[in-house]
């Protein structure tokens, strides 16, 4: 488990909360906002509760929650009493939805799909506590790639490396994915995996922030 326990004036939370994800981006932003807590890996078989929730109706914005809520769920079983934070991003191009490329080959084809389109992003944040979602919210941001040739990918995917295989889609728009993009609307830390602003909502709306 990795802890983060920054200095904050406006914290009033007793022991730091636990953030279900590895994510150094998600990380990175309860960082920035100087919230205690704790990262932790969790058991949940997403591609199973993907295929459930498709199976039963969900679109991709739905999914993302759905898996957020379990995966909170899952680190409020392993630590009884502690408030969990549960999320999950999807990118939808249309009703298609895209994962992680599992090799340089899976990504170049992801890309070219995307360049010059529209694509969402779906970022989902779930918090639980003893066996219960005590909230959940997810919200969207919509990004335009660039029209680009194979040249133009193969020079990203060489100067990018092994990361394009650590976010779906293959692009980290923090770094240098940000280069294949013409227009971006959305808030930051819905690109980056984890609404901040309403997770702040609520904190404060159970008294653990000023």
Do not use: C
Request: aromatic share 4%.
């Amino acid at each position: 488990m990795v802890e983060t326990a920054p200095g904050n004036p406006l914290w009033r939370g007793g022991a730091p909360l636990l953030l279900a994800s590895k994510s150094a981006a998600r990380r990175a932003l309860l960082d920035a906002a100087r919230l205690p807590f704790e990262a932790m890996s969790v058991e949940v078989d997403e591609r199973a509760v993907e295929a459930q929730a498709v199976g039963d109706g969900e679109g991709p914005a739905a999914v993302a929650l759905t898996l957020a809520r379990a995966k909170a769920l899952a680190g409020a079983a392993a630590y009884p009493g502690r408030l969990v934070i549960g999320a999950d991003q999807t990118l939808a191009l249309g009703d298609d939805a895209f994962h992680k490329p599992a090799d340089r080959a899976a990504a170049k084809a992801q890309i070219a799909r995307l360049a010059g389109r529209t694509h969402s992003l779906h970022s989902a944040v779930a918090v639980a506590r003893e066996g219960a979602v005590l909230w959940a919210a997810v919200e969207s941001a919509h990004l335009t790639m660039r029209p680009l040739t194979e040249e133009t990918i193969d020079a990203y995917l060489d100067a990018a490396g092994a990361a394009v295989l650590s976010s779906v889609g293959g692009y980290q728009l923090e770094g240098l994915g940000i280069h294949l993009f013409t227009r971006v609307e959305g808030d930051h830390s819905v690109i980056l995996g984890l609404p901040l602003l309403p997770l702040l909502d609520f904190l404060r709306s159970e008294g653990l922030l000023l």
